[in-house]
Structure formats: structure tokens, C-alpha cells
């Protein structure tokens, strides 16, 4: 399935944070979303998700062709787009039960328990979602609700932040795993951890105040390191 943002320009809360934000996901894709605090990175992929509270001032949110920018979330994730957050709520109810339920919706086949063993979280699946749970086994779990959800289009909010070093390498086998069975990913990551565990990355895209200031291969992840952002964004406002 292939994602296409054009133009797009959002506000939360009044403040201007996306200013005409403009990116292509490809089908069957892995790209990189990375860029400084506040660039607008996470609030890209939740209006693409439509969660959160936004507001749209132009530009358009294309999933094959078909502008999804209007619908609600439940729609939207009916038509393939899975999120999982960076902040995810608290909710009392048991883990289990909540994976159960998406099961059902989304008719997952798969063995639930099995994955949460390879994400080390299974100890987890008896207790209140995200009672007790660490920053690292929260997102974790996130990325186990969204192998659930089986989407078409996944949306990965730093993944591999606040996670060691096993923990990364295993999220990273998920991505891999929900590439080969169709789904587009885009990540959004500050420093790229993730990147060193996955086979294959199609494309790299930085944004810096609300824009994407440049987009491509993933030696763009050096030229981040070695350069910094700003430079990055001096380079395309010159081009």
C-alpha cells in the first residue's frame, strides 16, 4: 500500500507545526523519519492516523490514491493504518484481554503469546495494560498491538528510544516480519538506533521545523551524524 502526504499543514493548539510537509511511502517499504525535538515528527504520524487533537489547514493524506485526511481513526485503521505511539495511555484492563480483543477485529492468526515471548514481554500479558511497565516494555508492547492490528500502513513512534540494545534488535525482527507480509513502515527515530538492525531501509527523511528538508538513502544517516540537522536544512534551503 503506498502512503502519500502532500502540502500538508497542521496546528496543535493553536502552534503552527507542520508547515507544508510533503512524503511518499512506498509499497512494502521501511522509511526513516528523523529529525531534532520538536520538528513535528510525531504529530505527522498522528495526523496521518487522525488521533490526537489537530487541526488540518491544507494538504491532503493519501492512502492509494484515496484521500483519507477527513475520516476518523477507526476508519482510517479499517483501511489498513496501525499506530503505535510513543506515550501510550494507561488503561485497566488486563493485557491479555486487550490483545485478545484486537485479535478478533482484526482477525490475527497468529500466535500472540509467541511474539510477546521474542519482544521478552510475555511476563507482562496478566497484568493492567501499562500498569508497572517500563518506557522500554511499553513500547514494546505498542509494537506487539500493532503486529496485532495487521496493518497495511504501520506508523512506529522512536521505537528504539528508551529500549537496550536486545530489545531494539528485537522490535527491529517485527518491522522486518511485517514488511515481508505487506505492510508499508514508516519510523520515527532521533537517532536511528534501529537502523543497524534492519536488513533493508528505502529511504531516509529528515524533517526540521515542520518541513522535510531532505529525503533519500540511508547514507543520509551518516550525513546526519557527521553534519547535524541544521546543516541538512541550510543545504535544501539553498538548493
Known sequence: ????????????????????????????????????NGAGKTTLLRVVAGVGSYVIHGGRVLLDGEDVSGLPPHERARKGIGIAHQLPPRVSVKARYFLERLRKIHGFEGDVESYARALGIDHLLDRDL???????????????????QKPRVALLDEPDSGVDIEGVRAIARIVEELRSHGSSILIVTHGGA???????????????RGRIVCSGDPSILERVVSEGYSALAKVSSSA
Not at 499543514?9 to 522509511?31: F, M, Q
Not at 522500554?136 to 503486529?147: D, I, P
Not at 534501529?194 to 526540521?208: G, T
Open 130 to 148: 501499562f500498569h508497572g511497565f517500563s518506557g522500554g516494555e511499553a513500547k514494546k508492547f505498542e509494537v506487539l498491538t500493532l503486529v496485532v
Open 194 to 208: 534501529i537502523a543497524r538492525f534492519l536488513p533493508r531501509i528505502d529511504v531516509v527523511h529528515v524533517m526540521v
Open 1 to 36: 500500500m503506498r502512503l502519500r502526504v502532500e502540502k500538508l499543514v497542521a496546528s496543535v493548539s493553536g502552534k503552527l507545526v507542520l508547515r507544508g510537509v510533503d512524503l511518499e511511502l512506498g509499497p512494502r517499504e521501511i522509511n526513516l523519519l528523523m529529525g531534532p
